[in-house]
């Protein structure tokens, strides 16, 4: 009755952590591509700007996306390592430490959208300061937080693609989906990487994000929709 039992929270939480996944690739899409990507313009200070000023309730609730993105990322963290725990408690561990220290600097780098506000709210104290450089302080400010997002991607690369490997030796979701997982995550955390030593290979952004975001959406739908084989590896827990 106990196992039972414990199964079926399990199963829960397997679900839980589909959940989470799919919010988390929801509202980052919607920042990313619209809340905060649509008033980008590259290498134009001014228009960007403008577009902020423009639509500021549209950017404000882009930043309180990526909060709700980040917290839905650390929420399935802990869905996944409660669920995969018995399969190798340690690296579930090293899993939850990366992915940790890729929240840290995400909900970091955040605050620099609230500073692309500030800069551009037009205060008083901010009248000795010519618009133009404002315009390109905020510019920089979105660059850093850019910078920032992809420096994340390593320990995200690198902790997704722990938790992958730990569902392939468990086999709770099919090992061609968990195999794909690592595939894409040690991907993504190499671009991040290659980002910081060779610039110009940010062109190259749909390479990385595509199989990660197919995996993920992917992982999550499962989890959701058909929860996890747990007695599959029932008989090696530890």
């Not at 989470?20 to 809340?35: D, N, R, S």
């Not at 990385?208 to 599959?232: D, H, N, Q």
């Amino acid at each position: 009755m106990a196992n039972v039992t414990q199964e079926a929270a399990q199963a829960r939480t397997a679900r839980f952590a589909g959940a989470m996944y799919l919010i988390q690739m929801a509202t980052g899409v919607f920042t990313q591509l619209y809340a905060r990507g649509s008033l980008i313009v590259r290498g134009d200070p001014s228009q960007t700007a403008q577009n902020i000023i423009d639509s500021e309730r549209l950017f404000r609730i882009g930043i309180a996306s990526d909060l709700a993105c980040y917290t839905a990322v650390l929420l399935a963290t802990w869905a996944l390592y409660v669920l995969l725990r018995s399969v190798d408690r340690n690296l579930a561990l090293l899993a939850v430490l990366l992915r940790l220290i890729e929240l840290a600097i995400h909900f970091n780098v955040t605050t620099n959208s609230l500073t692309v506000l500030r800069l551009l709210s037009g205060d008083e104290y901010l009248k000795s300061i010519d618009i133009s450089q404002l315009q390109s302080l905020a510019q920089l400010a979105l660059g850093v937080q850019a910078a920032g997002m992809n420096m994340g991607f390593i320990p995200l690369g690198l902790g997704s693609a722990v938790f992958a490997y730990l569902f392939f030796q468990s086999q709770y979701i099919p090992r061609v989906l968990a195999g794909w997982g690592v595939f894409s995550s040690l991907l993504l955390a190499a671009y991040a990487l290659s980002i910081i030593m060779y610039p110009k290979a940010g062109a190259l952004q749909l390479v990385p994000m595509l199989p990660m975001g197919i995996y993920e959406v992917t992982l999550g739908f499962w989890l959701l929709l058909r929860g996890a084989k747990l007695k599959s590896f029932a008989t090696s827990a530890v």
